[in-house]
């Protein structure tokens, strides 16, 4: 699995963030950070919701 960001949409409502923590990161400034680009399997379920709830479709997963 990789993830992948349009930094052109994201808006950094962090969403992503409050879905895996330990994927995505948001500083103060509302810059996001992807902390694992190719995330283990047990963390598709929250990477997947972190996809779907993104208010701006900024994020997605391929594989």
Known sequence: MEIKVDFD???GH???TGEVPEVFEVDDNGFLTILQDHPPEGLREKVELAVKYC???AISVDG
């Open 9 to 11: 949409l994201c808006q």
């Open 14 to 16: 962090a969403v992503c």
């Open 55 to 57: 208010p701006t479709g």
